[in-house]
């Protein structure tokens, strides 16, 4: 039978795995970092009419530019963002990854390369290696915050075309502050002068769950910084697949000589801006989800377990002497969560409270069980 590396394929794709999480049927599942909050019925009832209403034209493409859609996110930026944006400063695609990727086909490719700060979000990496871009993985400090010295050393001595920042952290939940930001900003563009200066992109996913404002005033001035942000987590719309960018308009022009034609269906540009018709009534969510999460970090120190400080839906907790048999003594519970790689640590999705009840009986049930380091 014939195997992956049977296959004429690149080099730098031998041996490597798709992302992805286990998709297991069980009770609670707290895995993937979605919004556990079904949409609200007038929201879906919105969304029927504004379908419908496309439905009628899908004999035609779609509008290319997606101008109404970038027209109301700039609208929500400007609203949430604490920076008043244009929709020239807003591009939309299929999910913040292929923002990313599209991102990556135009300023990296070839012959260039991506930096980020390890541990992360993967796809950052797996996005490098599928546009041809190499990776430079930077460390982390211990408590998974970036070292700004380290940090600028290493980007004078890289070179990268492009700089990595997710902030809040996937799959740690540490936040960036905006001085670390600038400061990294600047080595990048030192670092590059002799070209056009070095691309920085801010992953925002999970911003709107943070303790500490958007980094989007930063983009002021700075053409060469870009804000990448997601509907799938605080809108609760994962299965929408709708991301976005915010950034100066010679970056959106710049990622429209990659995009593919038409590449944002009507359905979708009619589904997201339902979406947005109904944001007061998502981010009321979202509020309930920041109080589980700083509940799930409480009750997880009260336990006994070591837990890093979280900015996002999620939390990262341990440590473990073996991460992977603690995964399954709490799946084994009914209950599924990440891991993710990082040794010594899991990752838990803020769910629903009885979904985090659950959680934290089958942690409480464990602790005694597994060995913590």
Not at 8 to 14: A, S
Not at 240 to 263: C, E, F, K, N, W
Request: glycine share 8%; proline share 6%; aromatic share 6%.
């Amino acid at each position: 039978m014939t195997g992956i590396d049977d296959l004429p394929i690149r080099d730098e794709l031998r041996g490597k795995s798709p992302y992805g999480a286990p998709q297991l049927d069980v009770p609670v599942r707290l895995n993937t970092n979605e919004n556990p909050y079904p949409l609200p019925e007038p929201l879906i009832e919105r969304i029927t009419e504004r379908v419908r209403e496309a439905a009628r034209e899908l004999n035609r493409y779609p509008d290319r530019e997606a101008v109404e859609l970038r027209t109301e996110l700039a609208r929500y930026l400007t609203r949430t963002g604490g920076y008043e944006v244009a929709p020239a400063n807003v591009w939309a695609a299929n999910g913040s990854n292929e923002i990313i990727q599209q991102l990556l086909q135009a300023f990296g490719g070839p012959g260039r390369t991506a930096l980020g700060f390890e541990p992360s979000y993967s796809m950052h990496a797996l996005i490098a290696r599928g546009t041809g871009t190499g990776w430079i993985s930077g460390l982390r400090n211990a408590d998974f915050t970036i070292d700004v010295e380290a940090a600028t050393a290493e980007i004078a001595a890289r070179r990268p075309d492009v700089v990595f920042i997710c902030s809040p952290n996937n799959p740690t939940g540490t936040a960036v502050d905006a001085g670390t930001v600038l400061a990294l900003y600047e080595a990048a563009q030192a670092a590059k002068a002799d070209t056009a200066g070095a691309l920085v992109v801010i992953d925002e996913a999970y911003v709107e769950f943070s303790h500490r404002p958007s980094l989007l005033p930063l983009i002021e001035g700075r053409p060469n910084l870009v804000l990448s942000r997601t509907m799938s987590k605080a809108f609760g719309a994962a299965g929408l697949r709708l991301g976005y960018l915010a950034a100066d308009p010679a970056v959106v022009d710049a990622v429209q000589l990659v995009r593919l034609p038409y590449h944002l269906s009507a359905v979708t540009q009619a589904t997201a801006l339902a979406a947005l018709e109904h944001t007061d009534t998502l981010l009321g969510y979202v509020d309930e989800l920041k109080a589980e999460r700083d509940r799930l970090v409480e009750e997880l120190c009260a336990i006994g377990y070591e837990v890093t400080d979280s900015d996002a839906n999620f939390v990262q907790f341990g440590r473990f002497e073996d991460s992977h048999s603690a995964w399954q003594a709490i799946l084994d519970h009914g209950v599924l969560v990440r891991d993710n790689g990082v040794p010594g640590w899991l990752r838990v999705t803020a769910g629903t409270p009885a979904e985090n009840d659950a959680f934290l009986d089958a942690v409480r049930a464990i602790k005694k069980e597994t060995p913590s380091t």
